[in-house]
């Protein structure tokens, strides 16, 4: 039997008038996005403020964890303009943040990192103001790869958590909870100027001791910024929501967050790691 959503996951039906807008300078560009790509609850807000976290390269990931909506199949080829693009994109919306991710490819000799620096390089070449957030994946732990990301100099680097550790063979079972923590621990050491951030799901079966564990372990880590979210199943092939948690719960987990050290923390049911991501800068 499935549970039903409760009342505080359950979102309002909006109009925006940039919503099409948005839509149709993505699809002509042929670039993608994570809001449609895991079909995150927060999209029709985020581009009725002319925002959007674009994914880069492809629709396909190499990697098949089971929490994620991502298209798990055979990779595509990489798009050369694609960098181009998205600084064109990125300049039509006049964007102060951006956020760029990309489906894990496993099947490149450096898993996408120079693709993340020729991102990062064309919007800079646009605007050298505008805050640019990168979300990247493990690169399995090649220190060379994530040098090349940080050189880049973007402003924040992100590389989510998703769970605690237990959860990762059910749910990650390609990651690895320790190397996703020195990946955020190498990255400050590489450069200490850039922020770094990650993303924690709820509602996957965890425990409240297991939580509070994880975000010391980012902090040991020296991560700058957290997000904590309510997990969604996307289908019924998904993993199964274990509990729906309740907001004040995301309050108690803030409260935590901030007393460990954080500089900025977002927690709430409906709070992904990408979600109004302009307002980690604003009190730093």
Same mark, same amino acid.
């Given at each position: 039997m499935i549970t039903p959503k409760p009342e505080w996951l359950k979102i309002k039906a909006q109009s925006n008038i940039n919503l099409n807008e948005v839509e149709e300078l993505i699809k002509g560009l042929s670039l993608? %996005? *994570?809001?449609?790509?895991?079909a995150c609850p927060n999209r029709i807000e985020c581009y009725g403020r002319r925002t959007a976290t674009f994914m880069i390269l492809g629709r396909n990931c190499t990697r098949n964890c089971q929490?994620?909506?991502v298209e798990k199949n055979?990779?595509?080829?990489?798009?050369?303009?694609?960098?181009k693009n998205i600084a064109q994109a990125v300049k039509i919306l006049n964007l102060k943040h951006v956020v760029i991710t990309s489906v894990t490819r496993d099947d490149l000799k450096d898993g996408g990192a120079s693709h993340f620096a020729r991102v990062v390089d064309e919007i800079r070449k646009t605007n050298k103001e505008i805050a640019i957030?990168?979300?990247?994946?493990?690169?399995?732990?090649?220190?060379?790869?994530?040098?090349?990301?940080?050189n880049s100099k973007p402003n924040i680097i992100g590389h989510n958590?998703? %769970? *605690?550790?237990?959860?990762?063979?059910?749910i990650r079972s390609k990651a690895d909870y320790n190397l996703s923590l020195e990946l955020l621990k190498n990255s400050k050491q590489i450069d200490e100027t850039i922020f770094t951030k990650s993303s924690i799901m709820l509602g996957l079966g965890e425990t409240k001791d297991e939580v509070l564990k994880v975000f010391k372990d980012l902090r040991n880590a020296d991560c700058d910024f957290l997000c904590v979210g309510q997990y969604l199943a996307p289908s019924k092939k998904h993993y199964p929501v274990q509990e729906y948690i309740h907001p004040d719960i995301f309050d108690y987990y803030k409260k935590m967050a901030f007393e460990m050290g954080f500089k900025n923390v977002s927690s709430g049911p409906l709070v992904r790691s990408?979600?109004?991501a302009d307002k980690a800068l604003e009190n730093i």
């Amino acid at each position: 039997m499935i549970t039903p959503k409760p009342e505080w996951l359950k979102i309002k039906a909006q109009s925006n008038i940039n919503l099409n807008e948005v839509e149709e300078l993505i699809k002509g560009l042929s670039l993608n %996005t *994570v809001c449609d790509e895991a079909a995150c609850p927060n999209r029709i807000e985020c581009y009725g403020r002319r925002t959007a976290t674009f994914m880069i390269l492809g629709r396909n990931c190499t990697r098949n964890c089971q929490f994620c909506n991502v298209e798990k199949n055979h990779p595509q080829p990489v798009d050369e303009n694609e960098p181009k693009n998205i600084a064109q994109a990125v300049k039509i919306l006049n964007l102060k943040h951006v956020v760029i991710t990309s489906v894990t490819r496993d099947d490149l000799k450096d898993g996408g990192a120079s693709h993340f620096a020729r991102v990062v390089d064309e919007i800079r070449k646009t605007n050298k103001e505008i805050a640019i957030e990168v979300l990247i994946p493990d690169f399995r732990g090649d220190i060379n790869a994530l040098k090349i990301v940080v050189n880049s100099k973007p402003n924040i680097i992100g590389h989510n958590i998703e %769970t *605690v550790p237990r959860l990762f063979k059910p749910i990650r079972s390609k990651a690895d909870y320790n190397l996703s923590l020195e990946l955020l621990k190498n990255s400050k050491q590489i450069d200490e100027t850039i922020f770094t951030k990650s993303s924690i799901m709820l509602g996957l079966g965890e425990t409240k001791d297991e939580v509070l564990k994880v975000f010391k372990d980012l902090r040991n880590a020296d991560c700058d910024f957290l997000c904590v979210g309510q997990y969604l199943a996307p289908s019924k092939k998904h993993y199964p929501v274990q509990e729906y948690i309740h907001p004040d719960i995301f309050d108690y987990y803030k409260k935590m967050a901030f007393e460990m050290g954080f500089k900025n923390v977002s927690s709430g049911p409906l709070v992904r790691s990408s979600y109004q991501a302009d307002k980690a800068l604003e009190n730093i």
